[in-house]
């Protein structure tokens, strides 16, 4: 499985940034793919999450209000981020994870432990001026 983050940048506070992973080898017939930020000296936070099934979760930071969506044709997952603010300045990771459960719902993508991801990309910046 590779994951490729892009569509990070500077933007003014009140702006508007499309954050894109694209992927490969992700096969699974279940799975959850995830957006997750840092910042220097803290964890990685959950901001959304989406399932194969189209199910969709989002975390207390997407409060934009962000938009998570999946283009399966391009294996592109994206995170619409409206109305940025300083404090979404983070760098934003793309996450993948295998769903083994067969009673699978994308609304319980998990959010809480990045840990449960194991495959991520390499990060893209996001920096939100006032």
């Known amino acids: 499985v590779q994951l490729v983050d892009s569509g990070g940048g500077s933007v003014q506070s009140g702006g508007t940034l499309r954050l894109s992973c694209s992927s490969s080898?992700?096969?699974?017939?279940?799975?959850?793919m995830a957006w997750f930020r840092q910042t220097p000296g803290k964890e990685r936070e959950g901001v959304a999450a989406?399932?194969?099934?189209?199910?969709?979760r989002y975390g207390d930071s997407a409060k934009g209000p962000f938009t998570i969506s999946q283009d399966f044709a391009k294996n592109t997952t994206y995170l619409q981020m409206i109305n940025l603010k300083p404090e979404d300045t983070a760098m934003y990771f793309c996450a993948a994870t295998r769903i083994e459960s067969p009673a699978f719902d994308g609304r319980s993508c998990p959010l809480i432990l990045s840990k449960l991801y194991n495959y991520w990309g390499q990060g893209t910046q996001v920096t939100v001026s006032s």
């Open positions: 080898g992700v096969t699974f017939k279940h799975y959850c």
């Open positions: 989406i399932g194969s099934d189209g199910g969709t």
